[in-house]
């Protein structure tokens, strides 16, 4: 089980989802190479032996990334597992980096820096669910 974040283009005024008109489509975050450089330049401790599906861990933490194998690349989905709010750092980078915005998948909210609701909340969805995180 895994907490979504989807890292994709949106205007920069955009502050939530509500705001985004439904035929809106989203900007290419650029060609393969270039995307999987910048990821390494904002984590550099990933591990991207495969270029489809990065590995990032933390100390209590660990991220997949889910670049894809199209070139262009329109978007980035993150599945995040373990607990700590230092998982956002690098979440935020990341979206830096490719300059996107960060989608929590499960509340349809901007993930902004301090901002810890969706991530709690995934965690104690998945505790009353599978148990506490060990």
């Not at 933390?58 to 230092?86: F, K, Y």
């Amino acid at each position: 089980m895994s907490w979504d974040v989807l890292l994709l283009r949106l205007p920069d005024d955009v502050t939530s989802m509500e705001e985004i008109p439904a035929d809106y489509t989203p900007d290419l975050l650029g060609r393969r190479h270039d995307v999987l450089a910048a990821v390494t330049e904002a984590v550099p401790d990933v591990d991207l032996s495969d270029p489809a599906w990065g590995e990032l861990s933390g100390p209590t933490w660990s991220i997949e990334l889910n670049i894809g194998s199209e070139d262009p690349v329109d978007s980035v989905m993150l599945h995040i597992r373990g607990s700590g709010d230092d998982v956002l750092a690098p979440i935020l980078r990341l979206a830096d980096a490719l300059r996107c915005k960060a989608l929590d998948c499960a509340e349809g909210e901007l993930i902004t820096p301090g901002q810890t609701s969706g991530w709690h909340a995934f965690q104690q969805f998945r505790d009353r669910v599978v148990g506490p995180f060990q």
